[in-house]
């Protein structure tokens, strides 16, 4: 593992140790600014293709300590989405420090796995995921991906049919459904 920038640093810590005591972080007791906006909102425009904005709708979330797992997944996708190999490993990173337990981390992580053909963790890390949430479509979606990569055709529609009855709207569960 490499050197992590002072940012990165300062934001796992300003983030991680609070969190990990039940607190919100200090990031989170900052001034009132803006409106945080909703998980919801950075969805539809990553799932729009605007994904400047959605990054940084979850970057706002993770500085404020709110759905902190999914924003690292979010995160994570974009990175992925722009061929960002080294930036979805630090995303990455971050997860597994700041949200280990996260269905929505624990699945995006495993996706980037796929990617890069690590098929037994990537394997591991969804089977966590969807164990930790059952409903977590992304896993779902990364597991018949993985499954269909093993000619267990039957086995990953069955998976992307689920997918699919969990997120219809989801663009790239649409694709493979």
Known sequence: MGVL???TLLLLLATALPLAAGEPSALSKSEEGPALESQEAALSA???GDRTRAAAIWEAR???GEGVGEALA???R???REDDLEGAAEWARRAEVLAPE???ALAARGERLLREGELGEARALLRRALETEP???RAWLGLGRLRLASFR???GAAALREAFRLDPGDPEIVRLH
Request: aromatic share 4%; charged share 30%; glycine share 8%.
């Open 102 to 104: 996260s269905a929505p």
């Open 74 to 76: 979010g995160l994570l």
């Open 153 to 155: 055709r039957g086995e």
């Open 62 to 64: 993770l500085e404020a």
């Open 5 to 7: 920038p002072a940012r």
């Open 46 to 48: 990553y799932r729009a």
């Open 135 to 137: 409903e977590e479509p």
């Open 78 to 80: 974009v990175a992925l």
